[in-house]
């Protein structure tokens, strides 16, 4: 609850930010918003940077009764980035009104280039064109904690939220979406990088990177040294926005921008064949693709989609895409992306690519997604899974999930999967797989987390604490009113979260037991045979294998139901008529006065 509260606190202040650099400049959204991102991306920078000195000074060692001060290499071991004091942000929020601000931001930006070759000419050093009155408001913008409590593709969610307001239009024509988190979390969890080549062909701000970086580092190893990251975006704005993203997580990686990073016609890396994980969101239902261009760039090991005789041109390139995704595997590659949901079962020459590929044996686990993930978009998705190096047991078949119907509400127009969540979808593909103890450890884990409480001991843990907090908030005084309710408002939350988890808990075990047996789930989940996605004319939507589980029953009359709503409806229709009648009636007198 908390990090949701924090995001959408922090863009409240971007977009506060935003109207400061409108009202006070002549920019056009595109030339602002990377000045503003820059100075967020130093911000976080500093709260990493502040984070990683103080786990370093733990442990330093002393000479002479002095501590031994941390340098840049100390950084790059725990995939931070080393910022010198003069590019730090505190010093920049510190300097005397009489030091022009926007050199000293200009030189700040310099200093980090210098940290990481692959931000050279990256960062921008325009900061003089504005006041630096405006300047210092922005650095107290963005001088707040909030920064320090938000993990994972921060830059990409606030690019996504400036595109929002200011250049949707922009984001809809380049085909730029923000791939939310858990979405991403999913594709990182089944595909479990550890090692090797990672392509992203349609990167964006980065995230595929940031959380393969963050689920490498929590095994224990360093992302750096373990995985070697390669990037193609199209859009070189974007290409900035990524590597920045990169090294403020402190990873490295071969990003390519601009013509020769158009993944329909270039493989800019030469990684065909040689990948250990692809990863990616890449745009949906692009049109107008050159045929001829894309054929003669490879990359097909199923042939080419359906072309417009007339024109030569690609109708719709998503089997463009989920033929490179394949083709850049090696022998014993993984593959997760996120694709249009009308993708699995698209007709014509899709179908016959689709066929083809089914047949590989390597297509592994399809997911649904429903509707609002996405931060700008609420249309469903699917999740696609490849795996060249399947247990023999699996080669022939398919897990299908459909969690359209599973995932939290952020707000009205938003919705993702918790922690918790994603760990149970994952816990399906962990059982799809044989590896039963991974599965009994999350038992362990929630176990752990629960402290010994039932899913009934929660609920009545949070009546208890809501109970308590109104009692409380009602005895205290005017003065300590405020403390009191925040006090209890933290109070209730931790039992929410508390019942949460046991409700997570429950809805996992009560279908595949404490010790992890799979079984097919009416409504959620089967395994399927390349025979039965035969019969099913080599369709992958999971709906069509999964079934629909049961309603239940609410005990409502649906006929009774809604004639009560027409009597409703007509009681208030008619008591508006009356209300027109005596507004109409009053106009008319004052119209005669």
């Given at each position: 609850?908390?990090?949701?509260?924090?995001?959408?606190?922090?863009?409240?202040?971007?977009?506060?930010?935003?109207?400061?650099?409108?009202?006070?400049?002549?920019?056009?959204?595109?030339?602002?918003?990377?000045?503003?991102?820059?100075?967020?991306?130093?911000?976080?920078?500093?709260?990493?940077?502040?984070?990683?000195e103080?786990?370093?000074l733990?442990?330093?060692?002393?000479?002479?009764?002095?501590?031994?001060?941390?340098?840049?290499?100390?950084?790059?071991?725990?995939?931070?980035?080393?910022?010198?004091?003069?590019?730090?942000?505190?010093?920049l929020v510190?300097?005397?009104?009489?030091?022009?601000?926007?050199?000293?931001?200009n030189?700040?930006?310099?200093?980090?280039?210098?940290?990481?070759?692959?931000?050279?000419?990256?960062?921008p050093?325009?900061?003089t064109?504005f006041?630096?009155?405006?300047?210092?408001?922005?650095?107290?913008?963005f001088?707040?904690?909030t920064?320090?409590?938000?993990g994972?593709d921060?830059?990409?969610r606030?690019?996504?939220?400036?595109?929002?307001?200011?250049?949707?239009?922009v984001?809809s024509?380049?085909g730029?979406?923000?791939?939310?988190k858990?979405?991403?979390?999913?594709?990182v969890?089944?595909?479990e990088?550890?090692?090797?080549?990672?392509?992203?062909?349609?990167c964006?701000?980065g995230?595929?990177?940031?959380?393969t970086?963050?689920?490498?580092?929590?095994?224990?190893?360093?992302?750096?040294?373990?995985m070697?990251?390669?990037?193609?975006?199209?859009?070189?704005?974007?290409?900035?926005?990524?590597?920045?993203?990169?090294?403020?997580h402190?990873?490295?990686?071969r990003?390519?921008?601009?013509?020769?990073?158009?993944?329909?016609?270039?493989?800019?890396?030469?990684?065909?064949g040689?990948?250990?994980?692809?990863?990616?969101?890449?745009?949906?239902?692009?049109?107008?693709v050159k045929?001829?261009?894309?054929?003669?760039?490879?990359?097909?090991?199923?042939?080419?989609?359906?072309?417009?005789?007339?024109?030569?041109?690609?109708?719709?390139?998503?089997?463009?895409?989920i033929?490179y995704f394949?083709?850049?595997?090696?022998?014993?590659?993984?593959?997760g992306?996120?694709?249009a949901s009308?993708?699995?079962?698209?007709?014509?020459?899709?179908?016959?690519?689709?066929?083809?590929?089914?047949l590989?044996?390597?297509?592994?686990?399809?997911?649904?997604?429903?509707n609002?993930?996405?931060?700008?978009?609420?249309?469903?998705?699917?999740?696609?899974?490849?795996?060249?190096?399947?247990?023999?047991?699996?080669k022939n078949?398919?897990?299908?999930?459909?969690?359209?119907?599973?995932?939290t509400?952020?707000?009205?127009?938003?919705?993702?999967?918790?922690e918790?969540?994603l760990?149970n979808?994952?816990?399906?593909?962990?059982?799809?797989?044989?590896?039963?103890?991974?599965?009994?450890?999350?038992?362990?884990?929630?176990?752990?987390?629960?402290?010994?409480?039932?899913?009934?001991?929660?609920?009545?843990?949070?009546?208890?604490?809501?109970?308590?907090?109104?009692?409380?908030?009602?005895?205290?005084?005017?003065?300590?009113?405020?403390q009191?309710?925040?006090?209890?408002?933290?109070?209730?939350?931790?039992?929410?979260?508390?019942?949460?988890?046991?409700?997570?808990?429950e809805?996992?075990?009560?279908?595949?037991g404490?010790?992890?047996?799979?079984?097919?789930?009416?409504?959620?989940?089967?395994?399927?045979?390349?025979?039965?996605?035969?019969?099913?004319?080599?369709?992958?939507?999971?709906?069509?294998?999964?079934?629909v589980?049961?309603?239940?029953?609410?005990?409502?009359?649906?006929?009774?139901r809604?004639n009560?709503?027409?009597?409703?409806?007509?009681?208030?229709?008619a008591?508006?008529?009356?209300?027109?009648?005596?507004?109409?009636?009053?106009?008319?007198?004052l119209?005669?006065?």
């Open positions: 609850m908390t990090d949701k509260i924090n995001i959408r606190k922090l863009e409240a202040d971007l977009w506060e930010s935003a109207d400061l650099l409108r009202a006070g400049s002549k920019l056009t959204s595109s030339q602002y918003c990377m000045p503003v991102l820059a100075l967020l991306f130093l911000r976080y920078a500093y709260s990493r940077f502040k984070m990683v103080a786990e370093l733990k442990n330093r060692p002393s000479r002479g009764g002095r501590v031994m001060p941390v340098e840049a290499s100390d950084f790059a071991a725990k995939s931070a980035l080393y910022l010198p004091r003069e590019a730090q942000f505190d010093y510190n300097l005397p009104d009489d030091q022009p601000l926007g050199e000293a931001v030189h700040a930006m310099t200093l980090v280039e210098e940290q990481s070759e692959q931000l050279t000419g990256i960062l050093k325009s900061y064109m006041s630096d009155e405006l300047l210092r408001e922005l650095l107290r913008i001088n707040n904690k920064l320090d409590e938000i994972g921060v830059i990409g606030i690019y996504e939220y400036f595109l929002s307001k200011f250049a949707k239009a984001a024509d380049d730029v979406f923000f791939t939310p858990s979405l991403v979390k999913m594709l969890n089944v595909l990088p550890k090692q090797g080549v990672m392509l992203d062909p349609a964006g701000s995230g595929m990177f940031v959380q970086g963050d689920f490498v580092n929590a095994g224990g190893m360093n992302a750096n040294t373990q070697t990251f390669y990037g193609q975006e199209k859009v070189e704005y974007n290409a900035q926005l990524c590597l920045m993203n990169m090294a403020v402190g990873l490295n990686g990003i390519v921008s601009g013509d020769e990073a158009n993944s329909f016609y270039h493989d800019a890396h030469n990684l065909a040689k990948c250990d994980y692809v990863m990616a969101n890449p745009p949906f239902n692009v049109d107008k045929s001829e261009s894309a054929s003669a760039a490879g990359r097909l090991p199923f042939g080419l989609p359906g072309v417009n005789a007339k024109t030569k041109e690609i109708g719709n390139a998503n089997y463009l895409w033929s394949y083709a850049y595997l090696n022998d014993t590659g993984r593959a992306f996120v694709m009308s993708a699995t079962d698209s007709a014509n020459k899709d179908r016959d690519i689709r066929e083809k590929l089914v590989t044996g390597d297509v592994d686990v399809m997911v649904s997604v429903g609002n993930f996405f931060y700008t978009l609420s249309l469903p998705c699917s999740l696609w899974f490849f795996d060249k190096a399947k247990r023999l047991e699996n078949r398919v897990l299908f999930i459909d969690a359209r119907n599973y995932y509400v952020v707000d009205r127009t938003l919705n993702e999967w918790t918790w969540q760990k979808l994952q816990a399906i593909v962990h059982l799809y797989r044989g590896e039963q103890e991974k599965y009994r450890q999350l038992i362990a884990d929630y176990d752990t987390a629960l402290e010994g409480f039932s899913l009934t001991e929660a609920e009545a843990q949070l009546a208890a604490a809501k109970q308590i907090a109104k009692d409380a908030i009602a005895a205290a005084d005017r003065k300590t009113k405020k009191v309710e925040r006090e209890q408002n933290e109070l209730i939350a931790d039992a929410e979260l508390l019942l949460e988890t046991a409700r997570q808990r809805w996992l075990t009560s279908k595949f404490t010790e992890g047996e799979y079984q097919d789930i009416l409504g959620l989940c089967k395994i399927a045979t390349l025979d039965e996605i035969s019969e099913k004319n080599y369709s992958l939507t999971p709906g069509a294998y999964v079934g589980a049961e309603v239940e029953d609410d005990g409502v009359d649906f006929h009774e809604m009560e709503i027409h009597s409703e409806l007509s009681q208030l229709n008591e508006a008529n009356v209300l027109m009648r005596e507004i109409m009636t009053e106009w008319d007198n119209k005669t006065k």
